[in-house]
């Protein structure tokens, strides 16, 4: 694209986070969605999955993303969505739908594999909380090369297709390491869990080339071919240098996250630290376009000040932090903000005040942020 | 309120019409919520119902209300909203939840009474299509006014209650034959629906200010009664000149229907059309307040002619259709647009074109409406 992009994910609808719409996992031990289809059900299961899917994204959305003024949406979709790993339910005609309204509406679709089976970070949004075994099971590897090409043979001809990201967030060794999963995300089951380990390098670097080689053949060239991080954006000068790509692109995702160290929560530190990431992506943008496929607003600072604070003080600080946000992302191709929307209740549930800030649909309509 | 009431009605959350959300009805043979209840297994449909309450209406869409300049929320509720009506599940956390919100964000709440049992109108919205005899159950018209008993006891001391409208859409005799409500909602059980016709003034009447008696009692003197004109504006000098209330209005509700007459679908017949009612709302308004409870944009000439139409005769269009609209609510004491949103999808299903007219937050989006 000649612009930059300015870009939303459509997180919690085809890939579900408890955080994000917690009552949806009301009635349920589940803290996952590997449970969540484990747990209940299936008659039950298949109610609160499809009434979820046509109500939490419609038409509507898509005509208040472009109206917002974002020319991309990112949509993150879990390895099942083909509907041939029960007992989870498919949501390839979402997808459809979703091509059909991007087009509409004049918006573009990056396609984003956001899970693997047994998973690729431990994360709950890799799918199951505490596993990390995928790149450790070649059948798997295999699968889920073919559900990124079957993507790209369905939408190749898509004139909203922007790309297809090949997967969301490997965890790398050292990241590992630093983000400890398993503590965050605990494994519900450890004969499940045992043996979990990061995602090396070696590996990735092979399965991003068979990816690529593989949808390279089937998507034209002005459909672009993502690859994330793995959370290491400095980590990718020789991959990109060795080999020759047509029309690939470099996601990274930066969050606030200082572990709340008091003389970093404020808006001079994140500034410098913004300001220093647009550096290193200035940097990377060298050798391969980079564009920063999740970011937002919420930070620690407002969520511990909001209630002390008045209603302009809170939109001046977040209207900076945006602006030295996007910013930064645009030192490279532009952002996707995570998160169009989500469900969590600052009112009722007053624990989670600030984190109203993950949604950018709010926090346009209250001044917050202007794409 | 010294201000004019700009308000929008939260259509399709707790009270359920199919046309508004088609997809909530997929896998089930029903076609109102009556049936929906009664088809489904209990377990599918508490996850369907309650799924669909978190989803559809959240904090986030309060913020947005006040955002887009609305001041009050008007909030249809089923009859049972208490749980007390097996097989339905009830739904009052929900309301106490809005309400919350509500007061977080500087917006009241009228509650809408929109069904009783046996219905009040045989629409698809009173609850059960085809069938009208609650008027004719003693013990059911108890069941409602206590309901609304407990509706006012339980928010009377909220700084959020706007007020409480009694029922809505009773249909009165000379509507009924016009609208013929059995051959638009057909009844799917003849037995049930055997012996349905119109509620009478006289009932009315009498119902009316039984239920005045009872909620004036309960709610202070700045809490709202409101009484639904039965379809019949005009019908009401009487009532309110030999009767003296405290705090009452009279809703009335305007669609713009003209059974497809192709010299009555243009603006400028809509804005004759507008400009007539106004008149009727100023005259009304010298014995009682009256607001617009109902009305949108929707019209069969844009529904029909869309697709020849640029953007911006679209937009030119809605934006005159919406400013002669709001010149004539305000004739009396405001309006609530229907509805804040719904999930029909003219993309996907292009024979409705033209119904997104029905949901505002995708009108104000596209530039139709200006709060």
């Known amino acids: 694209m000649e612009e930059k992009i300015k870009g939303v994910n459509l997180g919690a609808w085809l890939v579900l986070e408890k955080w994000m719409t917690p009552r949806l996992f009301d009635r349920t031990p589940s803290t996952d969605e590997y449970y969540l289809a484990h747990d209940m059900d299936p008659a039950a299961y298949e109610e609160k999955i499809k009434t979820h899917r046509a109500t939490f994204i419609t038409e509507g959305d898509f005509v208040k993303i472009a109206a917002a003024g974002f020319n991309v949406v990112r949509i993150p979709v879990p390895h099942f969505i083909f509907g041939d790993r029960e007992p989870f ?4 005609d979402e997808l459809d739908r979703a091509f059909n309204w991007a087009r509409a509406y004049g918006l573009k679709v990056l396609i984003d594999l956001h899970t693997a089976p047994y998973s690729q970070n431990a994360f709950d949004n890799g799918g199951i909380s505490g596993v990390c075994k995928w790149a450790q099971h070649p059948e798997e590897v295999e699968f889920v090369l073919d559900v990124l090409t079957r993507l790209a043979e369905r939408y190749k001809d898509d004139s909203a297709l922007f790309g297809i990201e090949v997967l969301n967030e490997p965890l790398t060794p050292e990241m590992w390491d630093i983000i ?5 995300f605990e494994p519900r089951d450890q004969e499940l869990a045992e043996g979990s380990g990061p995602i090396s390098f070696a590996f990735l670097y092979d399965f991003y080339q068979e990816a690529y080689d593989r949808l390279r053949k089937v998507l034209p060239s002005d459909k672009t071919i993502v690859f994330h991080d793995g959370f290491d954006l400095m980590a990718w000068e020789g991959f990109f240098k060795d080999r020759t790509f047509d029309n690939v692109m470099l996601d990274t995702h930066h969050y606030l996250v200082f572990n709340n160290e008091p003389d970093q929560e404020n808006l001079e530190h994140y500034k410098a630290h913004l300001n220093q990431i647009g550096t ?4 990377v943008s060298q050798y391969v376009p980079v564009v920063t496929g ?3 607003l919420f930070n620690q600072h407002i969520a511990q000040n909001q209630p002390n604070m008045t209603d302009d003080e809170v939109t001046s600080f977040y209207n900076e932090l945006w602006g030295a946000s996007v910013d ?7 952002y996707f903000y995570w998160t169009y929307k989500l469900s969590i209740d600052t009112v009722n549930t007053p624990d ?5 800030a993950w949604d950018v649909s709010r926090a346009i309509a209250r001044g917050w942020a202007q794409v």
């Open 280 to 283: 290193q992506i200035e940097k």
């Open 328 to 334: 930064a992302w645009n030192k490279g191709d532009g």
């Open 89 to 92: 339910i498919g949501c390839i």
């Open 180 to 184: 400890d999963p398993q503590d965050q």
């Open 294 to 296: 999740e970011w937002c």
């Open 352 to 356: 989670r005040i600030g984190k109203d």
